[in-house]
Every structure is written in structure tokens, then in C-alpha cells.
């Protein structure tokens, strides 16, 4: 097999028979894709005409980086060749690399091709078509057209494209993507005792960095009764809305659910299992809520309600019910234009630097955490899985929110990691459990405070008249 560096080494001399031999059609597979994989940039004056019999190799894998490399040269007189491969060739992703090198020659005699692979069944080689369309001005009659006969294409990352590219205005000078890393000092280590609902009317757009929470499981418990799961699926709906509203350009919002039994009622009836994090999900994404990442949250076997008791005796199909030892803690992004790494640039080098998450981390979508208790709260969030949220979802300084604060586990959490945090619980034993936990956190230059939401308005008003 060749080395990469023999392969640099050749490289440099142009006429040699060495790359006639390592790219002959007949050579193993093995040292074929070694080669082509290999071949890195190439310099001027390459013979492309080596890539062309591997063309019509049998083996797909090398057919596409044969024609990667093609597309590398830029060189239109390759321009037939590129055009016959994307017309002829039935893997897809060899199509989509002929169609980018077809865009990337930047030929205004590429136009016509390209406008005819902007009409593609795959969506993937529209986009590639429209890509090397934009390589030239988007007033460009033929351009222009493309563009607005796409703007009603049912594909929704074409869609997508297409607005983006349709949007005059620079969106990094937006004045509310100014000041990224700001928050309102009357949010700043607030626990709000009130009814989330309410204390959310009053939170000004775009002032938190991040959410994590876990909200009430249905009628799990007696936090609250709602009549239906419909109208339960329609409260997280509106305070989520909410939540997105008061969410900064770009960030994250993470939300711990599982589904839940209702028991049966008798032998004579059916116990009753609900998905909600399955139905929450299409509400989120919905109101504006990108869908990032599922992690699983796994807790140890003897955490599990032992449901398989009878299928344990009588081993009967269809009996069959698992203990349930995960939970979901779904990643969500505020829908954006902007990279994450736009998110970045808005911090100082060193909240970037000393926000590094240094700690030996989970690298899985698995996180085997043991569950928590407390003495007051029948349900807390355990601090390992709040820390590695609050790490690796946020910067320090940042305003971490929790609309069901419970005992206060993620203030707490935040606090440690010098963030700030902003809860809201509505039953006062928890926050009067909250508060003990809070007020014992160390290193905060905004002493935690608890709030009924008349003092919050008053606060935020206060706050604005300061502006
Ligand atoms: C699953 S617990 C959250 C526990 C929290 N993660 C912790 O670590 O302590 C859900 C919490 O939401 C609160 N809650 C339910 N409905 C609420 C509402 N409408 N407004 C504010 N809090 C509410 C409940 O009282 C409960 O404490």
C-alpha cells in the first residue's frame, strides 16, 4: 500500500509513469481507494485523464472519489466528462460529488447544466446545483430563476436554502443579536414562586442563554391535575412557546421527559401508557425548537418499577413489559440561520477559554447516571445530570432558566458553575426547599433571591426605566 508521503513525494513530478501505474484500472481494490483516498490536493498540470477508466469502475466507492478528484482540478475541458458521469451514474453519491465539481469549475457554460440538475428527484443534487449556481451573481437572469422556481420546492432543507438566500437584511446586525452574552439583571438569580404561565408574560424577549428542565410527568404526580393529555400537551406547548420567545438567538433548550403509566383501574381494564416525549417533539419543532440530539438518560436496573413480574411466571407472548430504566433528555436549538459558531464569536476569548469543559466527558448519547432524592421534592434532577447539561449547553455568566424549578437543583447547579440561573416553582414548599439549597451556593455576585411575581414585574420595570 502507498504512503501518503510517497504519494506527496510523486506528486511533484509531473510527467513520471508512477501515478499511471498506482491509478491503473486493474490494480487491486484495496490500493485503488488507498491511492485516490490519498491523493489530497493535487497540483497544476495533473493528469486527470488517469481518473477517467476508473470511471466506469464496478466498485461505486472508487467511481466517486475517481470523480472527487476529477472535480478537484477545476478544469472545464473536463466539463463532457463531468456532465455524461452525473447524467449516467445510478450511485447517489457520486452524482452529488459530479454535480459539485460541475458547480465549483464556476463556468458561465455550467449554467445551463446546472439549472437542468436543479429540477433533480434528489433533493441533495438540487442543492449541490443550486449551490454552484450561487457562485455567481444572484441577479444573474438564470440564477434568478432557479431561485424562485425552488422557492415552492416541498424539500425543506431546499426551502430552507432558499429563504435564507432571499433575506436582504445581514442578520449578525440585528440590534437583538447585540450584546449576546447580556441578561437582564432582574432575571439574574430570581426564583419566581408563581405559576410559570404568569411570570412568563412578563420576561422580556430574548434575555436566557439556556433551559434545562424536567416538567411535571401528566397526572404522575399531584403537582398538577390536568383534565386531558391533550390539555396537558397543550400547557408545555404554550409555556414552551414562551420559553422560546425569552430564548437568545441560537440557544439551547433541553428537556427531560419519559412516558408514563396511568394504572389500570381494575384487573378488568388496561393500564394506559403515554409518549410524551414522542408527542411533545413535533410541538416543539413546530414552534421554532430545532431538533439537536436524544440523549438517553439510564439509570440502574433497581431504580425501575418491576412491571414483568406475571411474564417472569407464565413467559406467555405478547405479555411481555419492560422495566423502564431511561428517560429522554432531548436537545433542542433555537431555529437559526447562524452557525454555532457564531454563537461563540459573541464571547470574549476568555469566558470562551475558562467555559472549556476539561473534565473527562461521556461521549455516547448513553449517560448512566444514578437517579437523586430529596428529603421535600419527590422528584429532583440528580446534580451530574444538570452539570454536564449546564457545561456543555452554556458559558459562564450565561442565565440558565428552569420553568419548573422544583427544589431548585438547577439554580443550584449553575450557581456552581458560575452561571446565574432564573427558576420558576409554584408550590411554595419547594421553593422554601429551594431556597435552603440556593443560599448556601458560594461565588455569585447576584445574591439568589426568591420573588412573587408582583416584586419580579416591579423589578423588570425598574430595569427598563434604567435604560
Ligand atoms: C419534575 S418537577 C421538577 C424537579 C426539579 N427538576 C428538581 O430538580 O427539583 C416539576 C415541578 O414543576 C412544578 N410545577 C408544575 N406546574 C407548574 C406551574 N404551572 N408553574 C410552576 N411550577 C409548576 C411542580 O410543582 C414540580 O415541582
Known sequence: MLTKATIEHEKLKLNAPFFRVALAPTNAEQQLLSTLKNLGKLPEGFDGQLFVPLLTHHNPKIRCLAIKNVGKLKDERFLQTLIVFAETEKNTLARREAVSAIGRLRTENAIPILTRFATDADPKIVLQALRGLLYFKKEHPEVKRVLASLAKHPNELIQEHIARESQCQDPTETAKSRNHPASPDALKNVMVCADVQEALKVMPDESIHLTFTSPPYYNARDYTIFPSYEAYLNFLTAVFKETHRITKEGRFFVLNTSPVIVPRISRAHASKRYAIPYDI???????????????????????????????????????????????????????????????????????????????????????????????????????????????????????????????????NVALTHERYFLLCEKEVEYVVRARQLLDAALFTDAEPRVLSLNELKANIAEENQKL
Open 281 to 411: 417533539h413535533p410541538r416543539l419543532t413546530e414552534i421554532g425548537w430545532e431538533f439537536i440530539d436524544d440523549i438517553v438518560w439510564v439509570k440502574p436496573d433497581y431504580a425501575a418499577k418491576n412491571r414483568n413480574g406475571g411474564f417472569f411466571q407464565h413467559r406467555k407472548p405478547l405479555g411481555y413489559k419492560a422495566n423502564s430504566v431511561t428517560e429522554s433528555v432531548m436537545v433542542y436549538r433555537k431555529k437559526t440561520d447562524k452557525l454555532i459558531d457564531w454563537n461563540i464569536r459573541q464571547y470574549d476569548e476568555e469566558i470562551v477559554n475558562t467555559s472549556r469543559v476539561l473534565r473527562d466527558y461521556e461521549k455516547t448519547n448513553v449517560w448512566h447516571i444514578n437517579p437523586a432524592t430529596d428529603k421535600v421534592h419527590p422528584a429532583v434532577f440528580p446534580d451530574e445530570l444538570a452539570s454536564r447539561i449546564v457545561q456543555f449547553y452554556s458559558f459562564k455568566g450565561d442565565l440558565v432558566f428552569d420553568p419548573f424549578g422544583g427544589s431548585g437543583t438547577v439554580g
